[in-house]
Protein backbone atom coordinates (compact mmCIF):
# COMPACT_ATOMS: atom_id res chain seq x y z
CA UNK A 1 0.00 0.00 0.00
CA UNK A 2 0.96 3.22 -0.45
CA UNK A 3 1.08 6.31 2.22
CA UNK A 4 -0.94 8.89 2.72
CA UNK A 5 0.82 12.19 2.55
CA UNK A 6 0.87 14.43 5.60
CA UNK A 7 -1.31 17.09 5.89
CA UNK A 8 -0.81 20.43 7.41
CA UNK A 9 -3.52 22.30 8.46
CA UNK A 10 -1.60 24.91 9.88
CA UNK A 11 -0.30 26.56 6.37
CA UNK A 12 -2.24 29.01 3.98
CA UNK A 13 -3.21 27.31 1.42
CA UNK A 14 -1.76 28.59 -2.43
CA UNK A 15 -4.88 30.15 -3.52
CA UNK A 16 -5.35 32.00 -0.24
CA UNK A 17 -5.20 35.28 -0.81
CA UNK A 18 -5.68 36.80 2.51
CA UNK A 19 -4.22 33.79 4.30
CA UNK A 20 -1.23 35.85 5.19
CA UNK A 21 -3.40 38.71 6.95
CA UNK A 22 -5.97 36.14 8.15
CA UNK A 23 -3.16 34.58 10.16
CA UNK A 24 -2.50 38.26 12.07
CA UNK A 25 -4.05 39.81 15.59
CA UNK A 26 -6.72 41.85 14.31
CA UNK A 27 -4.97 45.30 14.91
CA UNK A 28 -2.07 43.75 12.63
CA UNK A 29 -4.14 43.21 9.55
CA UNK A 30 -6.17 46.55 9.54
CA UNK A 31 -3.29 48.26 9.24
CA UNK A 32 -1.66 45.85 7.03
CA UNK A 33 -4.63 46.23 4.99
CA UNK A 34 -5.40 49.96 5.05
CA UNK A 35 -2.83 51.33 2.16
CA UNK A 36 -5.39 49.59 -0.40
CA UNK A 37 -7.44 52.21 0.28
CA UNK A 38 -6.01 54.19 -1.38
CA UNK A 39 -7.19 52.09 -4.34
CA UNK A 40 -10.67 53.27 -4.35
CA UNK A 41 -9.43 57.01 -4.26
CA UNK A 42 -6.80 56.84 -6.58
CA UNK A 43 -6.99 53.31 -9.15
CA UNK A 44 -4.11 52.36 -10.95
CA UNK A 45 -1.62 54.95 -9.42
CA UNK A 46 -3.41 54.37 -6.12
CA UNK A 47 -3.85 50.47 -6.12
CA UNK A 48 0.09 50.40 -7.32
CA UNK A 49 0.71 52.42 -4.08
CA UNK A 50 -1.33 50.73 -1.55
CA UNK A 51 0.24 46.82 -3.14
CA UNK A 52 3.45 48.12 -1.97
CA UNK A 53 1.96 49.31 1.25
CA UNK A 54 0.89 46.56 1.87
CA UNK A 55 3.10 44.49 1.00
CA UNK A 56 5.88 46.39 3.24
CA UNK A 57 3.44 46.36 6.50
CA UNK A 58 3.16 42.30 5.82
CA UNK A 59 7.09 42.22 6.20
CA UNK A 60 6.94 44.43 9.48
CA UNK A 61 4.37 42.45 10.64
CA UNK A 62 6.18 39.26 10.51
CA UNK A 63 9.45 40.84 11.45
CA UNK A 64 10.50 40.58 15.53
CA UNK A 65 10.16 43.70 17.05
CA UNK A 66 8.47 44.68 19.99
CA UNK A 67 4.01 45.43 19.13
CA UNK A 68 5.09 49.58 19.96
CA UNK A 69 7.53 49.43 17.32
CA UNK A 70 5.44 47.93 15.01
CA UNK A 71 2.43 49.65 15.34
CA UNK A 72 4.88 53.28 14.70
CA UNK A 73 6.18 51.32 11.55
CA UNK A 74 3.01 50.10 10.34
CA UNK A 75 1.70 53.76 10.58
CA UNK A 76 4.44 55.02 8.86
CA UNK A 77 4.02 53.36 5.81
CA UNK A 78 0.24 54.05 5.97
CA UNK A 79 1.65 57.83 6.22
CA UNK A 80 4.17 57.21 3.88
CA UNK A 81 2.13 55.88 1.09
CA UNK A 82 -0.49 58.35 1.58
CA UNK A 83 2.10 61.13 0.80
CA UNK A 84 3.01 59.37 -2.30
CA UNK A 85 0.24 59.33 -4.11
CA UNK A 86 -0.77 62.65 -3.40
CA UNK A 87 2.58 63.99 -4.51
CA UNK A 88 2.55 61.70 -7.49
CA UNK A 89 -0.90 62.93 -8.12
CA UNK A 90 -0.18 66.27 -7.60
CA UNK A 91 2.69 65.49 -10.55
CA UNK A 92 -0.07 64.12 -12.94
CA UNK A 93 -2.29 66.72 -12.25
CA UNK A 94 0.30 69.56 -12.99
CA UNK A 95 1.62 68.01 -16.39
CA UNK A 96 -1.38 67.65 -17.59
Known amino acids: ???MPDLNLDT???NDRFGQIR???MW???LAALPLGLLLIGGLIGGFI???GMVTNLK???AALAPTWK???MVGVVLGAVIAYLLIAAA???AF
Open 92 to 94: VTA
Open 1 to 3: MTK
Open 60 to 62: IAR
Open 50 to 52: GAL
Open 71 to 73: ALS
Open 23 to 25: NLP
Open 28 to 30: QGI
Open 12 to 14: PKR
